[in-house]
């Protein structure tokens, strides 16, 4: 199972293996604070991607598209997140304040949907 959480909310032994999905790391909190298993920076957008998100250059649809885009030039690592996900809850963690329209939302779509041989 995948699942999203933002890097604020408390940790839960219901995550299981917590992946950091963010290309900077989250503000206010110490890297010694922050429970989590490994920190994906392969799997961000761009930074000029999400540069141009966070700056209403792009709407969310138009970043999703574009971000899957990106993700498919990293499908090794992908298919290794998603292979993890087999096996035991994966928490995909972020910052963004945006519950309901973020990068690591369209990546958790993207790694449900990858194929797995």
Not at 17 to 38: F, H, M, N, Q, S
Not at 49 to 58: D, G, P, T, Y
Not at 88 to 107: C, D, M, P, S, W
Request: charged share 30%.
């Amino acid at each position: 199972m995948i699942q999203c959480k933002r890097v604020y909310a408390e940790a839960s032994s219901e995550d299981g293996y917590r992946v950091l999905v963010d290309r900077l790391w989250p503000r206010g909190i110490k890297k010694t604070d922050l429970a989590c298993d490994e920190w994906c920076k392969t799997l961000t957008p761009s930074n000029e991607l999400r540069k141009a998100f966070h700056s209403e250059a792009i709407d969310f649809d138009a970043f999703s598209q574009a971000y899957r885009e990106e993700l498919a030039q990293h499908q090794d690592e992908g298919l290794r997140l998603a292979e993890r996900a087999k096996k035991q809850t994966v928490t995909l963690l972020y910052g963004a304040k945006n519950t309901q329209q973020n990068h690591a939302l369209v990546l958790a779509d993207w790694l449900r949907h990858l194929k797995i041989s």
